[in-house]
């Protein structure tokens, strides 16, 4: 099984409203990350965990809020969002920190902030 | 320095022909350059990845030609088929986590 599964797959929330984004990885990967993907743009990398401890932050606002409740699975709390938050939210996973072992990556949920 | 560069921004490619994406950086610490592979509503998926030792790797009908001396590898696609129209980014890691990403191209594949 090398799937990395995220729910829900689109996701339509209001400004003031509270939602989680899930991810789910049963390949026994260590390391497991969010990124943020905007149309026609690359991935841009928003939270690394290693061992389910917070280990890269890259300076996202507080609105998100990541958790690590085990080694499988991998949550994004929204709360508060921006119409400009609008995106694609990836989850991947690797074996291990480093990203020379493979990086799989989820279907993504499409997130659109109204 | 930390910037990767990817041409062209889009490519159309009759099928059976070669499809080929270029990519230039500059940092020489990059030490892992993958392909990604996404298509529309979907993951990126790594395609092929190469180690700056190796000048050329294969799989398939993918390979990736590294040019350490000029800080530019590329993705070829040989016998391009309409299922390998996506988008393609190539990347680069610097550090221990951080991937550099290209800016992607928009590969078509015409029957």
């Known amino acids: 099984d090398t799937e990395v599964t995220q729910t829900p797959k689109h996701l339509v929330m209001g400004m003031t409203n509270k939602k989680s984004l899930k991810c789910e990885q049963h390949?026994?990967?260590?390391?497991m990350y969010w990124y943020k993907q905007k149309a026609k743009k690359p991935p841009e990398l928003m939270f690394v965990?290693?061992?389910?401890?917070?280990?890269i932050n890259e300076s996202v606002p507080s609105r998100f809020s990541p958790e690590c409740p085990n080694s499988s699975l991998l949550n994004l709390h929204l709360h508060a969002l921006q119409p400009e938050d609008s995106a694609l939210y990836l989850c991947a996973s690797s074996q291990a920190y480093l990203l020379n072992t493979e990086a799989f990556f989820g279907q993504g949920t499409r997130l659109t902030v109204v | 320095q930390q910037q990767v560069k990817q041409s062209p921004q889009s490519l159309i490619v009759q099928k059976g022909g070669i499809s080929i994406i270029n990519c230039a950086y500059e940092?020489?610490?990059?030490?892992?350059f993958p392909w990604y592979q996404q298509f529309p509503g979907k993951g990126p998926a790594l395609l092929i990845a190469i180690r700056p030792d190796v000048s050329e790797k294969k799989e398939g009908r993918f390979t990736i030609s590294f040019n350490k001396s000029a800080k530019q590898f590329s993705l070829h696609i040989m016998d391009s088929q309409p299922g390998d129209s996506a988008t393609y980014f190539c990347?680069?890691?610097?550090?221990?986590?951080?991937?550099?990403w290209g800016a992607g191209t928009k590969l078509i594949i015409k029957p």
């Open positions: 965990y290693s061992y389910e401890k917070l280990s």
């Open positions: 940092n020489t610490a990059f030490d892992y």
């Open positions: 990347a680069a890691r610097f550090g221990n986590y951080q991937l550099i």
């Open positions: 390949m026994g990967h260590r390391a």
